[in-house]
C-alpha cells in the first residue's frame, strides 16, 4: 500500500492536539484511519449478533470470581482483532504552578488516564 505523504502528515496533524476525551474522539478517529488507509468501515450495530463481527462497542460477558456482567470492546472484528482505545495527555506539570520549563501553567480542561511519552 502506498499511502500520500500529505494524507498521513494533514491525519496526523488533525489528530495531534486531540484532548483527553476517549469517548468523543475514537470512533470518528478510527473511521478516519480506515479511510486513509483505504480499508472497510465497522459496519452499523444491530440486533443480530451474527451480523455484529465487525463494529464498534460490540457486548461481551465478562465473569469474574463470583459475577458476570456486561462489557464492550472499543472496535471488535471476529477472527482478526479486538481493539481497546486509550487517551493519553501530556506529561503532567511539576508543583510549583508552572510548567518544567518555568511557563506559567494553564489550567488543563481534560485529562485521560494515559500520560503521553511515559510508560502510564
Known amino acids: 500500500m502506498n499511502l500520500p505523504e500529505q494524507n498521513i502528515e494533514q491525519f496526523l496533524e488533525r489528530w495531534k492536539p486531540s484532548g483527553g476525551s476517549e469517548h468523543a474522539n475514537y470512533q470518528l478517529l478510527l473511521i478516519e484511519l480506515t479511510e486513509l488507509l483505504d480499508l472497510e468501515r465497522p459496519f452499523p450495530a444491530t440486533d443480530d449478533v451474527a451480523n455484529d463481527h465487525y463494529r464498534f462497542e460490540r457486548p461481551v460477558t465478562c465473569a469474574h470470581t463470583h459475577k458476570r456482567n456486561t462489557g464492550f470492546i472499543d472496535v471488535y472484528r471476529g477472527g482478526h482483532f479486538v481493539l481497546e ?3 493519553g495527555v501530556n506529561q503532567k506539570k511539576n508543583r510549583s504552578g508552572s510548567l518544567v520549563d ?3 501553567e494553564r489550567k488543563q480542561k ?3 488516564h494515559g500520560v503521553r511519552g511515559t510508560a502510564a
Open 85 to 87: 482505545t486509550k487517551h
Open 102 to 104: 518555568g511557563t506559567p
Open 110 to 112: 481534560r485529562t485521560g
